[in-house]
């Protein structure tokens, strides 16, 4: 080992402004430094093995010194990592599925687990190998690299420990500050600029996980800037990881950003994809889901090859809830649910990034995505450019961030999250309509609440029933002042522009979907014609007048409220816990009944008004059915169906129902349906409570003693209060 190699090794990690040389003696090097306020001498041999003083301690190598506790102290790094990673167990990996492109083969192979950990385990002495790790939002990145980590950190592991530089915890606008973040945070006993020389030898591997968030006023420049010296100063190592959004990839070229420009450069490629159904069913039952809950999502249609649901990230959070049965009925919306659960996510990117509020940031994230919808929306396409994208940011961010990080921001606004490539590299869209719908829903009922005019899109565009779905879920989450504001907003819409006939329509459609929040006081639809509407759960006071429905969806919808008469109807879709009051459909063509996932059609008036008789007021006592304790009973069964269970504090959306004086009646009545516990989760107040069958109390079959018996009990005990008053 030379003299000049030494001292480039060594020097960095004397302290500063301290003596230090590298001279000849006795047939070896001696190196006299200062570290830590300790002067020391080590002499470095011919074949490279090190004599230390004071220590008296003999080292192979450079690289078993630095690793020593002289210095980087590896196994305390490692110590210190899987303290922090203790969380990653094998139960919580969902392991990686993708293509890997390897340097000189022309085709793609499959990714394994074990095969990449091997490729990124192999030290090179001749050339800078990478490791590039990409693919969308929610596919798993991170959670590689933190299992590569935890691996790594293992007392038994031989192979290096595993720096993973992220930007989580400061505002990172280059290379240097996320290295030096990434020491600090661990407390490890070398510095940012040491870090080339320690990956050189090969004393820690490097991960640059999110180099998408290393982005500065002017873009990227700095930062590609910044890895080609890094990258240079390294010279040779293990395949360093370099890990970001596909989308940010492939808009900045990365072959001409940096593989062209170093020689010795070579290149791998991982791309990660939704992991298979079969991997995600194997998952779920880890996670502690029965067999029958496995069958309940495979038939709902979550679990196709490549949907958005097969992502890692989102595949965690619907495995954390337990089961399908719970995932479907504890959150009013689960799709609702995933999409807030990732705004949060790319919230906390967003305030890692920039100075920024964390609500400020979920507010503007909101405000963002509703821009790019309502532009799709209006135009008639499932996608926008990435110049629209950075005005979108812009006019998002603009009130809550400075110039200096608003620039920031629109420079990465082509690689946010769920916003991926559309064939062409300046396009983006949406990997699934459900997510669409989620974030236009929740811009239109923003818009109606704050504004008092209509969008392009509610003029020329059409509301149909999936995006109906997702402007009740918002409605349901809202509170009824809130609601009631919607519902002045589209009454004078409506008498206004009564000459727009799509407008009306589409009006008319969401003015109809109001009716599901029973607290709301009367919804008023008449003389005007609709393509689809929906009602769920307990409909509100309504009256329907003169109103042409093309197709009208009382899935599980008590409308004993509504009256239905003055509605004409081509298709009225119901099932078996639809409820009508005593003003009936008036003229339905077309009556579909779904039945264990099945649809019948009727087409004869007999047959329709038949079934239409048999789920209305006159089955059941219909004075009895307006006592306060059977309409409050009928309204908490509803719920139950659609909410798994009930959380006892004031953020779930159904926290009124069970704060109703009425709740003690029911629970001494149905204490055998009703079950109350706790779960594992943070919070001061994790109650939850459920009901079991809540269908069959709200129409007990013939066989159902029990279901019939409560029912009765609920009906005499509601007269029996009805006396007292």
């Not at 940031?361 to 008639?380: I, P």
């Not at 197709?551 to 509605?567: I, P, Q």
Request: charged letters at 25%.
């Amino acid at each position: 080992m030379n003299e000049s190699e030494v001292k480039r090794v060594l020097s960095v990690f004397a302290d500063l402004a301290t003596p230090f040389s590298v001279a000849p003696k006795d047939g070896r090097l001696e190196v006299a430094m200062v570290r830590e306020g300790e002067s020391r001498t080590y002499l470095i041999d011919n074949a490279g093995s090190i004599s230390a003083k004071p220590s008296g301690k003999r080292y192979l190598n450079l690289a078993s010194l630095l690793a020593s506790e002289e210095f980087v102290n590896v196994r305390e790094f490692k110590a210190t990592q899987r303290r922090i990673l203790n969380g990653r167990t094998p139960a919580c990996f969902i392991p990686p599925e993708g293509e890997l492109s390897l340097h000189g083969h022309v085709a793609p192979i499959n990714l394994e687990f074990d095969d990449f950990k091997n490729i990124i385990g192999r030290q090179s002495d001749s050339h800078l190998s990478i490791m590039l790790l990409d693919g969308p939002a929610g596919i798993g990145k991170t959670s590689l690299i933190e299992r590569i980590a935890y691996e790594r950190a293992e007392p038994a592991s031989t192979a290096p420990p595993i720096l993973h530089v992220v930007s989580s915890g400061g505002r990172l606008t280059d290379l240097n500050k996320a290295l030096a973040h990434a020491t600090q945070s661990l407390r490890l006993q070398f510095t940012f600029d040491q870090v080339p020389v320690l990956t050189r030898l090969g004393v820690i591997q490097v991960a640059i996980d999110g180099f998408d968030e290393l982005v500065d006023p002017d873009g990227y420049k700095d930062a590609w800037s910044a890895l080609r010296n890094f990258l240079l100063e390294v010279g040779s190592c293990a395949p360093m990881i370099l890990s970001g959004r596909d989308t940010f990839f492939d808009q900045q070229s990365f072959e001409e950003r940096l593989a062209s420009k170093i020689r010795n450069l070579s290149l791998d490629h991982a791309r990660l994809r939704p992991v298979s159904p079969s991997s995600a069913k194997t998952y779920l039952k880890q996670s502690g889901w029965s067999d029958n809950e496995l069958k309940d999502i495979e038939s709902s249609g979550w679990l196709v090859e490549g949907s958005y649901h097969l992502r890692p990230f989102f595949l965690a959070q619907i495995g954390g809830t337990g089961g399908w049965d719970s995932l479907s009925k504890s959150h009013s919306s689960p799709q609702l649910f995933l999409v807030k659960q990732f705004v949060l996510r790319e919230a906390g990117k967003v305030n890692q990034m920039v100075e920024i509020d964390g609500a400020d940031a979920e507010r503007s994230l909101w405000q963002f995505y509703g821009l790019v919808v309502d532009d799709m929306a209006s135009n008639e396409t499932d996608s926008v450019d990435i110049g629209f994208l950075s005005v979108a940011c812009e006019t998002a961010f603009e009130p809550v961030l400075n110039q200096s990080d608003l620039a920031k921001l629109t420079a990465k606004a082509g690689s946010f999250g769920l916003l991926e490539s559309g064939g062409s590299g300046n396009i983006r869209r949406f990997p699934h309509s459900e997510l669409q719908n989620q974030f236009l829903a929740r811009s239109l009922f923003d818009e109606l609440r704050t504004a008092d005019y209509a969008s392009n899109f509610m003029r020329r565009g059409r509301v149909d029933i999936p995006l109906i779905q997702a402007f009740i879920d918002q409605v349901d989450e809202a509170d009824v002042e809130s609601v009631t504001t919607v519902k002045g907003r589209l009454d004078h819409i409506i008498s206004r522009e009564g000459y727009a006939e799509r407008l009306v329509s589409n009006c008319g459609g969401m003015l109809i979907s109001l009716i599901s929040r029973s607290d709301l006081s009367g919804v008023y639809v008449g003389g005007f014609s609709i393509y689809d509407a929906k009602i769920v759960g307990v409909a509100c006071e309504s009256k329907f007048a003169g109103t042409h429905i093309s197709h009208l969806d009382v899935r599980s919808a008590d409308c004993k409220s509504s009256d239905l008469s003055g509605a004409d109807i081509v298709t009225l879709t119901v099932d078996a816990s639809t409820k009508f009051g005593s003003f009936l459909p008036g003229n339905v063509k077309t009556l579909q009944v779904e039945s264990n996932g099945s649809v019948s059609a009727f087409r004869d008036p007999a047959d329709i008004a038949e079934w239409i008789g048999a789920h209305s007021d006159e089955m059941e006592d219909s004075a009895a059915s307006e006592l306060p304790l059977v309409r409050y009973f009928d309204r908490l069964c509803r719920r139950f169906m659609r909410q798994h269970q009930i959380r006892a504090n004031s953020d779930d959306s159904a926290y009124f129902l069970i704060q109703d004086p009425l709740w003690e009646e029911i629970k001494l009545i149905a204490a055998g349906r009703i079950v109350t516990g706790t779960k594992d989760s943070q919070g001061p107040n994790n109650q939850f409570i459920r009901m079991s069958r809540p269908e069959a109390l709200l129409s007990p079959g013939k066989g159902d003693a029990e279901s019939s018996a409560i029912r009765a009990h609920v009906v005499k005990r509601a007269k029996e209060l009805g006396a007292k008053q």
